[in-house]
């Protein structure tokens, strides 16, 4: 018996990362799981197989999260194959750093469009489908809103849209048995953290000596929270941002 038996998660940005690690994570507790991606069909179906090897139940679903259009089909095509929603894994995130003065409008909508845009677009579909059960929304943050970095502010600026999310809608959803978190990772050694040189960067020295556990974090290092938050074990926990850093 898994954790997450007979339930159905859905989760955005799960072609690879973060993303594809938690929705790995839930196959292996027992969920039927949805993996969303934006444009990595290919690993998309990396991790549904991967899913699927370990005796998991997944599909693949493409769709951007900062098009209405999209959400509302992801979420009809997941009707169509599960019948029913519990788990919504916001994680679907995109991300660049630069000074101030490098921000521009077409920037700034590209990264609130699909962080906080798209984390509305997605709650909306959802609620409509836990009716009376309730559910679990799991939004994926960052450590980032309470240690800044230099050169971050776009991008933090919207994970912080995220944790007001989280809080205030952990109180209005709370009524309907729906329960808001969020998992907030610390630095994280990912495909997009290495494509943008994030991994060989002199502060990962730095952040490895100012952790506790001394390493930096892995995608894999968030799965087992996400599925203890997917879980009925979290039944009396919401709105609450919950840092996964190695003590960072």
């Avoid at 196959?27 to 949805?34: K, L, M, R, T």
């Avoid at 502060?203 to 599925?227: K, Q």
């Amino acid at each position: 018996m898994g954790m997450l038996d007979g339930k159905v998660a859905l989760v955005t940005g799960a072609s690879k990362g973060i993303g594809a690690a938690i929705a790995i994570g839930l196959g292996e507790a027992g969920a039927s799981v949805v993996v969303n991606y934006a444009s990595s069909n290919d690993g998309a179906e990396r991790t549904v197989e991967t899913i699927r090897s370990r005796r998991g139940n997944a599909i693949a679903i493409g769709g951007d999260v900062s098009k209405a259009a999209d959400v509302t089909r992801l979420f009809a095509e997941t009707d169509a194959a599960y019948g029913r929603l519990d788990v919504l894994v916001n994680n679907a995130g995109i991300y660049s750093f630069g000074p101030l003065e490098s921000i521009t409008e077409e920037d700034f909508h590209r990264h609130f469009d699909t962080n906080v845009l798209g984390v509305y677009l997605t709650i909306q579909e959802a609620v409509k489908r836990f009716g009376d059960k309730g559910g679990s929304i799991i939004n994926v943050g960052t450590a980032g809103t309470r240690s800044t970095r230099p050169n971050s502010v776009l991008y933090t600026s919207t994970k912080g849209a995220v944790d007001i999310i989280t809080s205030t809608l952990a109180k209005e959803l709370g009524p309907r048995g729906i329960r808001v978190n969020s998992l907030n990772p610390g630095g994280t050694d990912t495909e997009g953290a290495r494509r943008i040189g994030i991994m060989d960067s002199p502060i990962i020295a730095e952040m490895i000596a100012s952790t506790p556990l001394g390493r930096f974090g892995r995608p894999d290092d968030m799965a087992p929270v996400a599925v203890f938050l997917a879980s009925d074990a979290s039944r009396w926990v919401t709105g609450e941002l919950i840092h996964v850093t190695g003590g960072h």
